[in-house]
């Protein structure tokens, strides 16, 4: 284990026997599409006495936007899905991130890499995920003896990238099914920045194990990240804190696409300022969930006996005007 729990700890915390998580950024608002799988996420908790936590995921600086966490937390309150403790922040924890870095590059499991992200996306031999992100291609592996050595010769500080080994994760999610994944075309990646900031994968690890997470549910956009994360379960030594996952198809406006503001303001705030009743929104969510007839007004703990995670649609749902028009409207 990465950290010993002090009696405070375990009070703040009030770990029970399953404990899942609800993690907003704040690098931007909460949307329909958060919303909803938020509302999966807390009516399978709910239903089933596990505790529910709330992490602030803000250690990608540049991108946080200030106040969001505040109006996060707000919208969260107005749809009335609530959790068990105080929110917790990842940028409070940054003493927590560095015993994890050291023990990988200590067990052969981490590398130092001095490669720009220009270098990377220039490689011939980087293919591009649909997000854009380039797969690193090992540049840097097996090219210095040491982390002070890599800096000597760069002259700044290197990333750390995990190695990736050619092999096939193969995990069962609760949601999605059986998983399979070929680890050559994943590309090492990075676990932290040059300043030791620690990157999303091995952060999301770390605060997951130590918060003694057991069902993670989330959107499938992050079905990917999975395997990476089990990578760090296990070269962390901790192969029996890997969760259970549920990855669900995202909401995507018309086109195909995950909702963004090409689609028009999908904000919770937005409909709020509109003079939406939360319930209303509720409603649509849960018909989202595959709850039919949800009704007009509608709170989280009403739907506990209705809802069925086998109903939940295994296709992406699409945010229509008709629904937009329909949040909008001054009449049920």
């Given at each position: ?49 596990w505790d529910i ?63 720009s992200r220009k ?22 592996r097996g090219r ?189």
């Open positions: 284990m990465l950290h010993v729990y002090s009696n405070s700890e375990r009070i703040i915390l009030r770990l029970m026997d399953r404990t899942t998580r609800l993690a907003p950024s704040p690098t931007g608002a909460l949307h329909l599409g958060n919303a909803r799988t938020f509302l999966v996420n807390w009516l399978l908790a709910r239903q089933n006495g936590l709330l992490r602030i995921e803000d250690l990608d600086g540049p991108r946080i936007k200030r106040g969001a966490d505040r109006q996060l937390i707000e919208d969260l309150k107005c749809l009335r899905l609530d959790w068990n403790a105080e929110p917790v922040y990842q940028s409070h924890r940054m003493q927590k991130y560095p015993q994890a870095i050291d023990r990988l590059v200590a067990d052969g499991f981490a590398y130092p890499c001095i490669c270098e990377v996306e220039a490689a011939a031999s980087a293919p591009h995920a649909e997000d854009g992100a380039a797969v690193y291609p090992g540049t840097c210095f003896a040491s982390v002070e050595e890599a800096a000597a010769q760069a002259g700044r500080p290197p990333a750390l990238r995990f190695h990736v080994p050619d092999e096939t994760i193969e995990f069962e999610d609760r949601f999605a099914g059986r998983q399979t994944f070929d680890l050559s075309g994943l590309g090492d990646f990075v676990i932290a920045k040059a300043d030791r900031t620690p990157a999303y994968q091995l952060a999301i690890v770390v605060d997951d194990a130590e918060m003694g997470m057991t069902d993670v549910v989330r959107g499938d956009d992050l079905l990917d990240s999975t395997p990476r994360q089990i990578l760090l379960y296990r070269a962390l030594g901790m192969n029996n804190r890997i969760p259970n996952y549920y990855h669900l198809p995202l909401v995507v406006g018309t086109d195909g696409r995950r909702l963004a503001k090409r689609h028009g303001d999908t904000r919770i705030a937005h409909y709020r300022e509109q003079g939406v009743a939360p319930d209303r929104v509720l409603s649509l969510l849960a018909r989202w969930c595959g709850i039919e007839e949800p009704g007009t007004a509608v709170r989280p703990h009403d739907l506990l006996d209705r809802f069925q995670l086998d109903h939940v649609p295994r296709h992406q749902i699409v945010l229509t005007p008709e629904d937009d028009r329909r949040l909008l409207s001054k009449h049920p």
